[in-house]
């Protein structure tokens, strides 16, 4: 059962689970904004292509002809519909149609950062996807994406005009590294026997370094990763998560995560991220039933994570906290939530796995609670957001003026304006909550209008407008209602110029 699994993070003195929900209620507070972006669309991506697309196959259906048709291009490198990441490995997703029978072998070329790349598949009926994977891209440049489709070795259809397509992306070069430095922990001689330590731990490691780079919007040689195969041992007095009463041991923890990041950091000095792998069932023996993992805010760059050979989203999971990024489950609202599902289809490129959603098929965002057994992916929320976080800083740069992220929040920067508390997908705020929009804007013009429109339903409740200035900087927006905010589902559209940008959507729900 998903619902029994949980991460946990620690915050401060007060240590325990944090619930990836928040707060709300209905005042308002702005910030600035100038740049060009669509509008981002939270459902999931209808591969079947465009109205003309459909339209044509239908013309060449009901002419009787046998017309091979490229329906709709789509290149991403994690989660679809958002700007490509400098060197980060891209798929071109060809979505091809067929109306003659039986089958033809359908060769799709793509033109991609001054390359050519080819594949052919077999395809039948209105719709074969064709994935193309492209490599990272190697020019810092608007990138302008062709794609076109014919029959291997035969005559290429009845319309050869719907046989090409182009599509246009921006780019974006975070300025963020992550070292990661897996340490074994507390791994006696008999469980690294029971768990064929020697090689399992080493796949265990390359598995995460694969789902981070694939799951994280920043470049390949963004992320490093390395480890130990020498376990450290605790101490006694470094164990004990929870005392005879059941209740936190707050020096025991703090123990823990010391000794830890020390001991990691005498091997790998340069590490910006300690991953300690504890063996199978080690929270449950030392007082945290149910826990897979955790991160102590107060000990920065060092989480702790239990080995799961199924489970590669440990280092992903644990290290988005030290990014404000908080858990996606929430057990204080009865029925509890131990999920929050993905708002759009993406793509693990690394691992050649598509990640389709479907009224059918859910996944769950990698900072859900679960079981090591189930799969998770980024979602739309968090990927933006780190998108942001990791170009709004010095050194980020963007092809395009551009909006890269509108994150609900239950607090903000005072100075800076980014969000400091943050859980994506549908967050939950009380009623009496001060529910935080925080946008991400980079490389603006300045002067621009970047306003806030906010509804409960269809119904807009509140608006607020800021002036923006020229670069890259967070503006928020805040809603707030004294008396309390009624019940429902919420969602806050971002508008620059006059054209909407970004949809955040978000739940007004008491827990008492």
């Given at each position: 059962?998903?619902?029994?699994?949980?991460r946990?993070?620690?915050?401060?003195?007060?240590?325990?689970?944090?619930?990836?929900?928040g707060?709300?209620q209905t005042?308002?507070?702005?910030?600035?904004a100038?740049?060009?972006?669509?509008a981002?669309?939270?459902?999931?991506?209808d591969?079947?292509?465009?109205a003309?697309?459909?339209?044509s196959s239908?013309?060449?259906?009901?002419?009787?002809?046998?017309?091979?048709?490229?329906?709709?291009?789509?290149?991403?490198?994690?989660?679809?519909d958002?700007?490509l990441?400098?060197?980060?490995?891209t798929?071109?997703?060809?979505?091809?149609?067929?109306?003659?029978?039986?089958t033809?072998?359908?060769?799709?070329?793509v033109?991609?950062?001054?390359?050519?790349?080819?594949?052919?598949?077999?395809?039948?009926?209105?719709?074969?996807?064709?994935?193309?994977?492209?490599?990272?891209?190697?020019?810092?440049?608007?990138?302008?994406?062709?794609?076109r489709?014919?029959?291997a070795?035969?005559s290429s259809?009845?319309?050869?005009?719907?046989?090409?397509?182009?599509?246009?992306?921006?780019?974006?070069?975070?300025?963020?590294t992550?070292?990661?430095?897996?340490?074994?922990?507390?791994?006696?001689?008999?469980?690294?026997?029971?768990?064929?330590?020697?090689?399992?731990?080493?796949?265990?490691?390359?598995?995460?370094a694969?789902?981070?780079r694939?799951?994280?919007?920043?470049s390949?040689d963004?992320?490093?990763?390395d480890?130990?195969?020498?376990?450290?041992?605790?101490?006694?007095?470094e164990?004990?998560?929870?005392?005879?009463?059941?209740?936190?041991?707050?020096?025991s923890?703090?123990?823990?995560y010391?000794?830890?990041?020390?001991?990691?950091?005498r091997?790998?000095?340069?590490?910006?991220?300690?991953?300690?792998?504890?063996?199978?069932?080690?929270?449950?023996?030392?007082?945290?039933?149910?826990a897979?993992?955790?991160?102590?805010?107060?000990?920065?760059?060092?989480?702790?994570?239990?080995y799961?050979v199924?489970?590669?989203?440990?280092?992903?999971h644990?290290?988005?906290?030290?990014?404000?990024?908080?858990?996606?489950?929430?057990y204080?609202i009865?029925?509890?939530?131990?999920?929050?599902?993905?708002?759009?289809?993406?793509?693990?490129v690394?691992a050649?796995?598509?990640e389709?959603?479907?009224?059918?098929?859910?996944?769950?965002?990698?900072?859900?609670?679960?079981?090591?057994?189930?799969?998770?992916?980024?979602?739309?929320r968090a990927?933006?957001?780190?998108?942001?976080?990791?170009?709004?800083?010095?050194?980020?740069?963007?092809?395009?003026?551009?909006?890269?992220?509108?994150?609900?929040?239950?607090?903000?920067?005072?100075?800076?304006?980014?969000?400091?508390?943050?859980s994506?997908?549908w967050?939950?705020?009380?009623?009496?909550?001060?529910?935080?929009?925080?946008?991400?804007?980079?490389?603006?013009?300045?002067?621009?209008?970047?306003e806030a429109?906010?509804?409960?339903?269809?119904?807009?409740?509140?608006?607020?407008?800021?002036?923006?200035?020229?670069?890259?900087?967070?503006?928020?927006?805040?809603?707030?209602?004294s008396?309390g905010?009624p019940?429902?589902?919420?969602?806050?559209?971002?508008?620059?110029d006059?054209?909407?940008?970004?949809?955040?959507?978000f739940?007004?729900k008491?827990?008492?």
């Amino acid at each position: 059962m998903r619902g029994k699994w949980v991460r946990i993070i620690l915050w401060g003195a007060v240590i325990g689970v944090l619930f990836g929900c928040g707060a709300a209620q209905t005042t308002a507070s702005g910030v600035n904004a100038p740049a060009v972006v669509g509008a981002t669309s939270n459902k999931a991506i209808d591969l079947t292509g465009d109205a003309a697309a459909r339209k044509s196959s239908a013309v060449a259906q009901t002419q009787g002809g046998s017309d091979l048709s490229l329906d709709r291009v789509l290149v991403t490198q994690a989660v679809y519909d958002e700007p490509l990441i400098f060197n980060k490995d891209t798929v071109v997703r060809a979505v091809v149609g067929y109306t003659g029978a039986g089958t033809v072998d359908a060769r799709v070329t793509v033109e991609f950062d001054g390359k050519t790349f080819t594949e052919t598949k077999p395809v039948q009926g209105k719709q074969t996807v064709i994935d193309v994977f492209v490599g990272a891209p190697q020019n810092f440049q608007t990138q302008t994406v062709t794609a076109r489709v014919e029959a291997a070795g035969e005559s290429s259809g009845d319309d050869p005009a719907n046989n090409s397509k182009s599509v246009t992306l921006e780019m974006v070069k975070p300025n963020e590294t992550i070292t990661a430095y897996f340490l074994p922990v507390d791994w006696t001689t008999e469980q690294r026997q029971r768990y064929n330590f020697a090689v399992s731990f080493p796949k265990f490691v390359q598995d995460n370094a694969i789902y981070l780079r694939g799951a994280y919007p920043l470049s390949k040689d963004q992320i490093t990763v390395d480890f130990s195969s020498v376990p450290h041992m605790l101490s006694a007095n470094e164990k004990h998560l929870a005392n005879n009463q059941g209740d936190t041991d707050v020096v025991s923890q703090y123990l823990l995560y010391a000794t830890i990041s020390l001991a990691a950091r005498r091997l790998k000095p340069d590490a910006t991220l300690v991953v300690g792998v504890l063996p199978p069932g080690w929270f449950a023996a030392h007082g945290k039933r149910g826990a897979l993992g955790m991160a102590l805010r107060d000990v920065k760059g060092t989480v702790t994570g239990q080995y799961a050979v199924t489970d590669p989203t440990t280092s992903a999971h644990e290290l988005a906290h030290l990014y404000w990024l908080y858990e996606d489950y929430d057990y204080s609202i009865d029925p509890p939530r131990p999920f929050t599902w993905l708002d759009r289809s993406g793509y693990f490129v690394e691992a050649k796995l598509p990640e389709e959603i479907s009224p059918d098929k859910k996944i769950p965002t990698f900072l859900s609670s679960g079981a090591p057994d189930q799969a998770y992916w980024v979602d739309t929320r968090a990927y933006e957001y780190l998108t942001a976080k990791f170009t709004i800083q010095p050194g980020g740069q963007v092809t395009a003026p551009m909006i890269l992220a509108a994150t609900m929040a239950r607090q903000i920067d005072p100075d800076k304006n980014y969000p400091t508390e943050y859980s994506a997908g549908w967050q939950r705020y009380e009623p009496k909550q001060t529910v935080y929009v925080s946008v991400g804007a980079a490389d603006l013009r300045g002067g621009e209008t970047l306003e806030a429109r906010w509804f409960n339903g269809d119904q807009q409740v509140f608006k607020d407008a800021k002036t923006t200035q020229a670069g890259s900087a967070w503006y928020a927006f805040s809603l707030r209602n004294s008396n309390g905010m009624p019940e429902g589902n919420y969602h806050v559209d971002i508008y620059l110029d006059g054209k909407l940008v970004k949809t955040s959507k978000f739940e007004v729900k008491s827990s008492q």
